[in-house]
């Protein structure tokens, strides 16, 4: 998993059915990693500094559906705390 | 998943049987500004997206989930046809 800052979103009229209703985030992966578009499972907004999976395992947050996603928000970020810093 | 722009089409005739109907599309990526990144991506198109289109590219296995592919040999799938990209900086 990744963390990751909201910088935006994406919006798709056509698309596949089972991202109907699904939010599309742009996040950028921290520190300073490539642009993905998540789709968010937790009501993340922007600005916010989130944690995403990449992978398979993103579609697992919306299980039982089987969503076509290789990455998902799956938390908002309260404290970061690292040693050294 | 990534924001790509599909630059052309890729035709074969020769392959997977459970690829048949499916339309292979060559996909550049791009940043959230629109402009080009580098390599490119050939994905199976689930949402009949054109030429010159913004899309949504969902890469790896997961791309087997996206409508019609499921069992299929694909690793990307475009998903999604982009009508408008915001960022919170514009």
Same mark, same amino acid.
């Not at chain 1, 039982?64 to 990455?71: K, L, R, S």
């Not at chain 2, 048949?20 to 009949?48: F, M, R, S, W």
């Given at each position: 998993?990744?963390?990751?800052?909201?910088?935006?979103?994406?919006?798709?009229?056509?698309?596949? !059915?089972?991202?109907?209703?699904?939010?599309?985030?742009?996040?950028?992966?921290?520190?300073?990693?490539?642009?993905v578009v998540a789709?968010?499972?937790?009501?993340?907004?922007?600005? !916010?500094?989130?944690y995403f999976c990449?992978?398979?395992?993103?579609?697992?947050?919306?299980?039982?559906?089987?969503?076509?996603?290789?990455?998902?928000?799956?938390?908002?970020?309260?404290?970061?705390?690292?040693?050294?810093? | 998943?990534?924001?790509?722009?599909?630059?052309?089409?890729?035709?074969?005739?020769?392959?997977?049987?459970?690829?048949?109907?499916?339309?292979?599309?060559?996909?550049?990526?791009?940043?959230?500004?629109?402009?080009?990144?580098?390599?490119?991506?050939?994905?199976?198109?689930?949402?009949?997206?054109?030429?010159?289109?913004?899309?949504?590219?969902?890469?790896?296995?997961?791309?087997?989930?996206?409508?019609?592919?499921?069992?299929?040999?694909?690793?990307?799938?475009?998903?999604?046809?982009?009508?408008?990209?915001?960022?919170?900086?514009?």
């Amino acid at each position: 998993m990744f963390l990751g800052k909201v910088i935006g979103n994406v919006v798709c009229s056509v698309k596949d !059915e089972a991202l109907t209703g699904k939010k599309l985030m742009l996040v950028d992966r921290l520190p300073n990693g490539p642009t993905v578009v998540a789709i968010d499972a937790v009501g993340a907004g922007a600005g !916010e500094t989130v944690y995403f999976c990449r992978g398979k395992e993103a579609s697992f947050a919306f299980l039982p559906d089987e969503i076509p996603t290789e990455a998902t928000i799956v938390a908002i970020v309260d404290t970061i705390y690292a040693e050294g810093e | 998943m990534i924001l790509a722009r599909i630059i052309g089409t890729v035709v074969a005739t020769r392959k997977d049987p459970r690829l048949e109907g499916k339309k292979l599309l060559v996909c550049q990526p791009i940043n959230p500004k629109g402009e080009d990144e580098k390599g490119y991506v050939i994905a199976v198109d689930t949402v009949h997206a054109g030429f010159r289109e913004r899309v949504l590219v969902v890469a790896g296995s997961s791309a087997r989930m996206a409508s019609g592919c499921k069992d299929t040999p694909v690793d990307a799938a475009i998903v999604g046809i982009v009508d408008q990209i915001s960022r919170d900086s514009d």
